[in-house]
């Protein structure tokens, strides 16, 4: 894959129809190892998921019908069918399904799942820290910052790290010598009422 090919990663933004089809604890993770993975079959993916070949091709064909996976023409053979990812990357707002209680309870159960992967992955990765090098041990972690700004700011702010993401991501080398696999999340959350710091006191008060 040459460099401009890795600098612009195809995206799609959810519609009302594809955010309902997605969320399926199946259907998620089936996009998810097309996406990672590359293109299979569905009894390939059958194995990577601990599933059954019947499961898989049904749901990767009700995500085909909304064009979040494809079918792959050149690599099947026979009656083989081989499937791919319509698209690297996943967009959408949060007010996008505000008209819409069904999409607006998927994109909630997708957000949902997206933290309980991540707690999943966390946990997997304490479990196995140890085998790691140093130097990557090191690499990966988890940190967070408090900030009191505008919805305005924060828009911006994370525009910017997506840039800094997307930047990395176009210029990374998958066969550069030590090179991995990882995974970013970002996230950004409020302070709700029980967790607010306490506002500091105007100069002339204190």
């Known amino acids: 894959?040459?460099?401009d090919e890795r600098s612009t990663p195809r995206a799609v933004r959810l519609s009302h129809q594809q955010v309902r089809v997605l969320a399926h604890p199946l259907r998620t993770r089936l996009l998810g190892a097309l996406?990672?993975?590359?293109?299979?079959?569905a009894t390939k993916l059958a194995e990577l998921l601990g599933t059954n070949t019947g499961a898989t091709s049904y749901h990767l064909r009700q995500l085909a019908e909304v064009g979040l996976v494809t079918e792959d023409p050149d690599l099947g053979t026979g009656r083989q069918r081989w499937w791919r990812a319509g698209h690297d990357v996943t967009n959408w707002e949060?007010?996008?399904?505000?008209?819409?209680?069904?999409?607006?309870?998927?994109?909630?159960?997708?957000?949902?799942?997206?933290?309980?992967h991540f707690v999943e992955h966390a946990e997997k990765w304490f479990a196995v820290q140890h085998e790691?090098?140093?130097?990557?041990?090191?690499?990966?972690?988890?940190?967070?910052?408090f900030m009191t700004i505008p919805s305005t700011r924060l828009d911006a702010l994370k525009?910017?790290?997506?840039?800094?993401?997307?930047?990395y991501r176009s210029e990374a080398d998958p066969d550069e010598p030590g090179a991995e696999q990882v995974?970013?999340?970002?996230a950004t959350l409020p302070l709700l009422a029980d967790l607010r710091l306490a506002m500091p006191l105007p100069e002339e008060e204190r």
């Open 1 to 3: 894959m040459g460099n």
């Open 35 to 41: 996406r990672v993975k590359g293109p299979a079959t």
């Open 94 to 116: 949060n007010t996008d399904f505000d008209d819409d209680p069904d999409a607006r309870a998927a994109i909630d159960w997708i957000q949902g799942n997206q933290v309980r």
């Open 132 to 145: 790691w090098s140093p130097t990557w041990r090191n690499a990966f972690g988890m940190g967070d910052i």
């Open 159 to 167: 525009a910017e790290v997506w840039q800094i993401l997307d930047r």
């Open 183 to 186: 995974q970013i999340f970002l």
